[in-house]
């Protein structure tokens, strides 16, 4: 049974730093791409991040140049270092894996159907 944990949100300042760790287990980790979501309050969830099993990387638009994804495969953990942080980005965020090893990778949270119980992240100004 794949187990997804994710830590390291927290309360934190414009401008300051964060960085999310999730680690897995259950799953062939070399075998799968990771995704990042996130979801604010009364808001719909929505693609952050995502990398490949090679290590190829993408973002959506809002983060880029601010957040950078990651992966451990030692550890079986990807990270999201988060930087600049604004206010808009005041959400929990989850990891996520495919639903099958060599998926290919998509935006799309339905392609995901393994989720973490997600870490908080409160930016405030």
């Known amino acids: 049974q794949v187990q997804l944990v994710e830590s390291g949100g927290g309360l934190v300042q414009v401008g300051g730093s964060l960085r999310l760790s999730c680690a897995a287990s259950?799953?062939?980790?070399?075998?799968?791409?990771m995704g990042w979501f996130r979801q604010a309050p009364g808001k719909e969830r929505e693609f952050v991040s995502r990398?490949?099993?090679?290590?190829?990387?993408y973002y959506t638009e809002s983060v880029k140049g601010r957040f950078f994804i990651s992966r451990e495969h030692a550890k079986n953990t990807v990270y999201l270092q988060m930087n600049s942080l604004k206010v808009e980005d005041t959400a929990v965020y989850y990891c996520?894996?495919?639903?099958?090893?060599?998926?290919?990778?998509?935006?799309?949270?339905?392609?995901?159907?393994?989720w973490g119980q997600g870490t908080q992240v409160t930016v405030s100004s």
């Open positions: 996520a894996a495919p639903k099958r090893p060599l998926a290919p990778m998509t935006n799309d949270g339905y392609d995901y159907d393994s």
């Open positions: 259950g799953l062939s980790f070399n075998l799968y791409g």
């Open positions: 990398i490949s099993r090679s290590g190829a990387t």
